[in-house]
């Protein structure tokens, strides 16, 4: 399916760290002929104080403030390959005062975007640390799905790993996710998709041995994957794992060597703080690749939703994997 992405929202602290996060975003942007926003949120410096209203000249202050700044932008442009994109927008550079998650998710919405790429790391970190607050706000809020980019992680990705629930939307994710790699020419990519079956489950049966389970899990992942992995794609591997979800989803990440990780947010709270699911949230947390968050709006905006909600009801109950499991609607 092309998904013809048209706007790409970038976030940038300016820093030389940020350019890997602005060069994923271009990469995927000259694959696909979307246009770009460069986003650069600031907090305005204060003008002199004690001194009469007259002889304060705040406006020279923040002009000169802006002026430093958007020298920074179009230098990081120039570095990154941002200037020799053909569908860049006329004003592609934008700074906005206030907190940085918020001008993401505003312009994000005022530009309709198909995509926000952030960072993974606060400005000035140097090394793999857990997500920063600014990346996870943006998740929790965004109306789009949002590419986290960890500098240490290869982009176009060479390895993606995807886990799913066997709900239909991990399969809306799974879809959409996929399809966007393609559209950013990232077909070649080694892909799994990732099923983690609970220990309590495969170990508590009654009926079955903890091997037949697993293998039950096994066949009812290969038809999830043959109903709603796109036609045409690359063969996808296809993994079991016992264990607790979060766990072994990182651990998984971490012994393939994983780029990327494609993931589904399953919220439907109205709280902010429960709009991501519990497994998702501890997986965006602590994961050292690149992560592709794709929310049950975009995983769902397919033409083949009746298909895909018609497949899972059809399927095996394996619900209990999933930290959350939202209505059938």
Sequence with gaps: ??????????????????????????????????????????????????????????????????????????????????????????????????????????????????????????????????????????????????????????????????????????????????????EAGAESAEAEVLFILNPIEAEGSLQFTPAQMARFAADELSRFVEANAPRGGATLRRRVRTGYPWEEIVKDLDEQGADLVILGTHGHSRLERLLIGSVTSDVLREARCSVLAVPPTAALQEDAVQHIEERARQSADWSFVADEVPALV
């Design 1 to 182: 399916m092309d998904r013809n992405l048209k706007t790409i929202v970038i976030g940038t602290s300016l820093t030389r760290e940020s350019d890997a996060v602005v060069r994923a975003g271009v990469e995927i942007a000259r694959a696909t002929g979307a246009s770009v926003r460069l986003v650069h949120a600031y907090a305005p410096l204060p003008p002199y104080t004690g001194l009469p209203a007259e002889l304060t000249a705040e406006g020279d202050w923040l002009e000169n403030q802006k002026r430093v700044l958007r020298k920074e932008l179009a230098q990081q442009a120039l570095r990154t390959g941002l200037d020799d994109l053909d569908a860049v927008e006329p004003e592609h550079g934008v700074l906005a005062g206030g907190l940085p998650h918020e001008a993401l998710v505003e312009m994000a919405e005022v530009t309709g975007a198909d995509l926000i790429v952030v960072g993974a790391s606060e400005k000035g970190e140097r090394r793999w640390k857990p997500l920063s607050s600014t990346a996870d706000r943006v998740l929790r809020k965004a109306p789009c799905p949002v590419l986290v980019v960890r500098p240490e992680s290869a982009f176009p990705p060479r390895r993606v790993v995807a886990p799913v629930d066997l709900s239909f939307v991990s399969a809306g994710a799974l879809r959409y996710g996929l399809d966007l790699l393609a």
